[in-house]
């Protein structure tokens, strides 16, 4: 257990996905981190696309080799437009083999993923786990105080907020939100089918926003399904059998028969993003930073390039034997993180505004463009390589 004498170099607060690969990022990177977070049975079965570079960024954590057997690729990405409208774009189709991958990158379920990141972080000897939740954070001169639920106290000089959409770490240094609840509710859950997906994902843009069908080892797919929350709702009290034909009829049967597996999850979608990623000794990841609809596998991707970022910047101070803390610090975080953050909440929120308006004259404007994503090379080679990672992360 942590001792409150003990001043760690970090402390991560939050043990979701984000927050625990932040942890092991720090502590590979030379830093005696906490991480204060409940220990928690992973209790639904949502799964994450990794892309390519999440995957290699898990991959040199040493967690990626724990569940990579769970996992399954992805080769290729239909975009199909099912909205039933006058002027409708193509299908676009995305290849891998095109820019030379094998994948564009793995989908998981989140169970299997938290499985892997809780038994690397346990072989790290300067990874202490505060088996507790937060409950106060006080910003002080040289370090940040984190007061646990049962009255344990932790201090760092660097505190990394992955405590989600309601941080409190977001809340302690006065960090304001713009926040825009959208119309829509996601629906998840898992399905098996009768004919293989041969690794491709494909997603039905419909007039309420996607349904995107993403392989999972085996004949069994992920499904998210966005739609209007009374639509969710109706979705989610069917009956195994009708929510089985509901979305076999919805992917026009391109997988067979379809039966849904147990284990449905309605999420509320809305865009969030903080007016600074970081403040006063706290830099924010994860949902603490970005909240964006699932369209193009972006949220959690988002939150380890977050996490990868705060472990090198601190890394980097803590090898030079400076404050990982230190406003410089902060602000290289903050320019790091807000044009990847800024842009691809830009671009998704502009993908699903272009689903939801069926003001005609935008139409032949959104198929003109999916038809040049689809026929120019070029185009759609860039699109590939900008949907995996900024370029000039590369």
Same mark, same amino acid.
């Not at 001043?7 to 939050?14: E, K, P, Q, R, S």
């Not at 994948?103 to 300067?126: K, T, V």
């Not at 409950?135 to 405590?163: H, K, M, N, P």
């Not at 400076?322 to 044009?339: F, H, M």
């Given at each position: 257990?942590?001792?409150?004498?003990?001043?760690?170099?970090?402390?991560?607060?939050?043990?979701?996905?984000?927050?625990?690969?932040?942890?092991?990022?720090?502590?590979?990177?030379?830093?005696?981190?906490?991480?204060?977070?409940?220990?928690?049975?992973?209790?639904?079965?949502?799964?994450?696309?990794?892309?390519?570079?999440?995957?290699?960024?898990?991959?040199?954590?040493?967690?990626?080799?724990?569940?990579?057997?769970?996992?399954?690729? #992805?080769?290729?990405?239909?975009?199909?437009?099912?909205?039933?409208?006058?002027?409708? =774009?193509?299908?676009?189709?995305?290849?891998?083999?095109?820019?030379? +991958?094998?994948?564009?990158?793995?989908?998981?379920?989140?169970?299997?993923?938290? #499985?892997?990141?809780?038994?690397?972080?346990?072989?790290?000897?300067?990874?202490?786990?505060?088996?507790?939740?937060?409950?106060?954070?006080?910003?002080?001169?040289? =370090?940040?105080?984190?007061?646990?639920?049962?009255?344990?106290?932790?201090?760092?000089? +660097?505190?990394?907020?992955?405590?989600?959409?309601?941080?409190?770490?977001?809340?302690?240094?006065?960090?304001?939100?713009?926040?825009?609840? +959208?119309?829509?509710?996601?629906?998840?859950?898992?399905?098996?089918?009768?004919?293989?997906?041969?690794?491709?994902?494909?997603?039905?843009?419909?007039?309420?926003?996607?349904?995107?069908?993403?392989?999972?080892?085996?004949?069994?797919?992920?499904?998210?399904?966005?739609?209007?929350?009374?639509? =969710?709702?109706?979705?989610?009290? +069917?009956?195994?059998?009708?929510?089985?034909?509901?979305?076999?009829?919805?992917?026009?049967?391109?997988?067979?028969?379809?039966?849904?597996?147990?284990?449905?999850? #309605?999420?509320?979608?809305?865009?969030?993003?903080?007016?600074?990623?970081?403040?006063?000794?706290?830099?924010?990841?994860?949902?603490?930073?970005?909240?964006?609809?699932?369209?193009?596998?972006?949220?959690?991707?988002?939150?380890?390039?977050?996490?990868?970022?705060?472990?090198?910047?601190?890394?980097?101070?803590?090898?030079? =034997?400076?404050?990982?803390?230190?406003?410089?610090? #902060?602000?290289?975080?903050?320019?790091?993180?807000?044009?990847?953050?800024?842009?691809?909440?830009?671009?998704?929120?502009?993908?699903?505004?272009?689903?939801?308006?069926?003001?005609?004259?935008?139409?032949?404007?959104?198929?003109?463009?999916?038809?040049?994503?689809?026929?120019?090379?070029?185009?759609?080679?860039?699109?590939?390589?900008?949907?995996?990672?900024?370029?000039?992360?590369?």
């Amino acid at each position: 257990m942590a001792d409150g004498s003990t001043l760690y170099d970090t402390a991560v607060i939050g043990g979701g996905p984000a927050g625990l690969t932040a942890a092991i990022a720090l502590a590979q990177a030379g830093a005696r981190t906490a991480l204060v977070a409940r220990r928690l049975p992973y209790a639904d079965n949502r799964t994450t696309a990794l892309l390519g570079g999440s995957v290699e960024f898990l991959d040199g954590l040493g967690v990626w080799p724990h569940c990579r057997d769970k996992a399954a690729a #992805l080769e290729a990405m239909r975009l199909v437009d099912d909205t039933g409208r006058l002027i409708r =774009a193509p299908e676009v189709r995305f290849s891998c083999h095109e820019i030379g +991958l094998d994948a564009f990158g793995y989908n998981i379920d989140n169970r299997s993923l938290m #499985l892997a990141l809780e038994q690397r972080a346990a072989e790290l000897p300067n990874l202490t786990r505060v088996d507790d939740e937060a409950e106060g954070v006080v910003t002080e001169a040289d =370090a940040v105080a984190i007061r646990t639920a049962a009255g344990q106290f932790v201090s760092a000089r +660097l505190v990394v907020g992955a405590d989600g959409r309601h941080s409190l770490c977001r809340e302690a240094v006065g960090i304001a939100v713009t926040r825009r609840e +959208l119309k829509q509710t996601a629906l998840t859950f898992n399905v098996s089918h009768s004919r293989p997906h041969r690794n491709v994902s494909t997603e039905f843009h419909t007039p309420h926003g996607p349904c995107v069908f993403v392989p999972l080892p085996g004949d069994r797919s992920s499904i998210v399904w966005v739609a209007a929350p009374a639509e =969710a709702e109706r979705l989610r009290a +069917l009956t195994d059998d009708e929510l089985s034909a509901a979305v076999e009829k919805q992917s026009h049967s391109i997988l067979g028969r379809m039966t849904v597996e147990p284990g449905r999850n #309605l999420f509320p979608l809305g865009i969030e993003r903080p007016d600074a990623f970081a403040r006063d000794r706290i830099a924010l990841i994860g949902e603490a930073a970005h909240v964006v609809p699932p369209i193009g596998a972006q949220g959690l991707n988002l939150g380890l390039r977050d996490a990868a970022d705060i472990a090198r910047l601190a890394g980097d101070a803590i090898t030079a =034997a400076q404050d990982p803390g230190t406003p410089e610090v #902060l602000r290289r975080y903050d320019r790091a993180r807000r044009p990847d953050i800024v842009s691809r909440t830009f671009v998704i929120d502009m993908a699903n505004r272009s689903l939801l308006n069926d003001f005609l004259p935008l139409q032949p404007v959104r198929a003109v463009g999916m038809h040049l994503l689809g026929a120019i090379g070029p185009l759609r080679r860039l699109a590939m390589r900008e949907g995996l990672a900024p370029t000039w992360r590369r």
